[in-house]
């Protein structure tokens, strides 16, 4: 079938390959009995033979989402990476730009004046080019395709199953950045930002990408902020959250949930009256409402931490 652009289905004997920096042995196992192998819905997984068990099954996740048991993404085309433009976005052989749905990579001036590159914006767009630069992606979709700019939003993934995104949030060179109306695969994308952050891989091994307390985020007014500690009270005044992080709610770091967004985070297990007293981890951009905010739209913006 002849898709919109002229880009044909994605064709899994597409023969592009990535050759991984360490060396990896791919087995394909015929009997998922042996425990070596997963089940889904085109037959068996190859496992991936490494001599760090944690390492496999690291890798292994890179390609599950692909195959069914995320069950998130609508399988879209593929195309030909013909650019790397930075470290979340290139651009395909019809002209196409692709902005790497739910993944925020250090960014580059590309022509904005007054903008200085962000730590280790080269060494991301490096570490796209080596994964995608004149090779065959195929395109996923779970939430809204295209931003206000005109570009594709899409989960990219190689022909030998690799999770493009995945790959770059375990190796850290991007972090977590999910919309509410593209929200798709964000357990996986966190529990892999979370690897390489404790590792202190990439981007993480950089005070620029440190998690502020909320007494530090008054000086990151209008930045993409990770920001932990105790919510000290929870207050809904017509029907809107205020989770505030300190004594003054005047003063001190707050997060904001409106109406209209409050019954996803209730169904999703996070209803903010439960939240008071809880360690948590909220991303966003800060701005200044009676103190330093972040406005959160959807559940995956606030996640749970051991008190």
Do not use: C
Request: glycine fraction near 10%; proline fraction near 5%.
């Amino acid at each position: 079938m002849q898709s919109s652009g002229g880009i044909k289905p994605f064709d899994s004997t597409d023969k592009a390959r990535v050759k991984p920096k360490t060396p990896i042995s791919i087995k394909w196992l015929r009997m998922a009995r042996r425990g070596r192998g997963l089940v889904v819905a085109g037959g068996i997984f190859p496992a991936i033979v490494h001599r760090s068990k944690s390492a496999a099954l690291a890798l292994l996740l890179l390609a599950v989402p692909w195959i069914g048991s995320a069950g998130a993404l609508e399988v879209g085309a593929n195309a030909r990476v013909i650019e790397v433009v930075d470290g979340d976005t290139v651009v395909l052989a019809d002209g196409n730009q692709v902005r790497l749905v739910g993944i925020q990579a250090p960014k580059l001036p590309l022509g904005r004046t007054h903008f200085p590159a962000w730590p280790l914006a080269e060494e991301a767009k490096a570490e796209l080019q080596r994964l995608v630069l004149d090779r065959t992606v195929g395109l996923g979709y779970g939430g809204a395709r295209r931003d206000r700019h005109g570009r594709i939003l899409a989960h990219l993934h190689l022909p030998d199953g690799t999770w493009v995104q995945g790959a770059l949030l375990a190796s850290g060179m991007a972090r977590v950045y999910t919309f509410a109306d593209n929200r798709a695969l964000s357990r996986e994308m966190l529990g892999l930002e979370r690897e390489a952050r404790a590792k202190g891989r990439g981007i993480w091994s950089n005070d620029f990408y440190r998690i502020l307390s909320p007494d530090d985020a008054e000086r990151h007014i209008d930045s993409f902020q990770l920001v932990e500690g105790r919510i000290e009270a929870v207050a809904v005044v017509r029907g809107r959250a205020f989770l505030n992080f300190g004594r003054n709610w005047r003063t001190d770091f707050t997060v904001e949930i409106d109406p209209a967004d409050l019954k996803a985070f209730r169904e999703s297990g996070l209803d903010p009256k439960a939240l008071e007293g809880r360690r948590v981890r909220a991303r966003g951009w800060l701005k200044s409402r009676n103190g330093p905010a972040i406005q959160a739209t959807h559940p995956e913006q606030i996640e749970l931490v051991p008190n």
